[in-house]
């Protein structure tokens, strides 16, 4: 199809008349908006729905995306890929899609706003939520770097900080271990569920403190998280703090189809980022592996060009 056949459907047209598209992309963060320009490339028929939750947007600034020696804003990166997809006659809708059904060898597609579709081909890109620690003024607090989810991406600016990570169990205490190489001063807080032994150990033997009493209120105070004060008594403080309590995929249009899914919820898929249902392809934080924009990218490449590969019957 040509890039024009795209763009009818961006303006409500054919594609909304539920008429068959090659694809359709659920999810705009760097996998689907990636997985876009190459489908527009490679002159292909489909929509990509975007709800606008990507959590790419809360980044304030990636300092480890390559091309952006300055960094990078997470809102800024989506705009300029959303950009170059349209450049290409990309269609991007916003909306939400409630429901995923096989129809035959197709897919049958809705949205919250009565929109339908069928589809060839579906490329899951709905990512993942992080439990949120309960902070006060949570998300303005993200945008300045005073609570952060990624010390892969951003352990680097915190060397030297005093920092805190809000975590449970060994998921917690992995995380702990691992932004010890960058913080000299680090605290886990367990918000009142205990450690092992073990736990206590390995923290112990690391320079990790360990705070175990449930956290009674946080003060604010000038645009800051300024302390954290326990139910026990008492108050830590912190320069910065990770939120280490996981996350959750998005993945519940998915599982009434049945596809396997791994131990932590995420879609296993293959090399080719295609799952265990024909046609379904999933890629970005959705599928297991580093979470990371630039593994997300790679990922809606290499989907979008099996897509491809399998429309033109390879």
């Known amino acids: 199809m040509t890039g024009g056949g795209a763009a009818e459907g961006a303006e409500g047209g054919a594609a909304d008349r539920a008429d068959r598209l090659d694809a359709l992309i659920i999810g705009g963060g760097p996998a689907g908006l990636t997985a876009a320009i190459y489908l527009a490339r490679y002159r292909r028929r489909f929509v990509l729905v975007d709800a606008g939750n990507a959590r790419c947007a809360w980044i304030p600034t990636s300092h480890n995306h390559p091309g952006f020696p300055g960094g990078i804003d997470g809102a800024d990166l989506l705009q300029r890929m959303r950009t170059q997809a349209e450049t290409y006659g990309a269609p991007l809708r916003h909306g939400r899609i409630t429901q995923l059904d096989r129809d035959g060898a197709d897919f049958s597609v809705s949205a919250e706003d009565g929109s339908r579709w069928t589809a060839s081909m579906v490329l899951l890109a709905t990512g993942v939520v992080d439990r949120e620690p309960g902070l006060p003024d949570h998300y303005d607090s993200v945008r300045k770097g005073l609570v952060r989810y990624c010390p892969i991406c951003d352990g680097y600016e915190v060397s030297g900080a005093r920092v805190g990570v809000i975590g449970q169990g060994e998921h917690g205490v992995r995380e702990a271990e691992f932004i010890r190489f960058y913080a000299d001063d680090l605290t886990l807080l367990t918000l009142g569920q205990p450690l092992t032994e073990d736990q206590h150990r390995r923290l112990d033997r690391a320079g990790i403190r360990a705070v175990e009493q449930p956290v009674k ?95 033109r019957g390879c």
Request: aromatic share 4%.
């Open 217 to 311: 209120r946080v003060a604010v105070a000038g645009g800051r998280l300024e302390a954290f004060h326990l139910a026990g008594g008492g108050c830590v403080a912190f320069d910065t703090v990770y939120s280490a309590l996981g996350m959750d995929p998005r993945t519940e249009l998915v599982r009434r189809l049945g596809a396997d899914l791994a131990e932590d919820g995420r879609l296993r898929v293959d090399g080719h980022q295609t799952t265990s249902i024909p046609g379904l392809y999933a890629a970005g934080d959705v599928v297991p592996g580093l979470n990371q924009i630039t593994i997300a990218q790679a990922q809606g490449a290499i989907a979008a060009t099996a897509i491809h590969n399998r429309l």
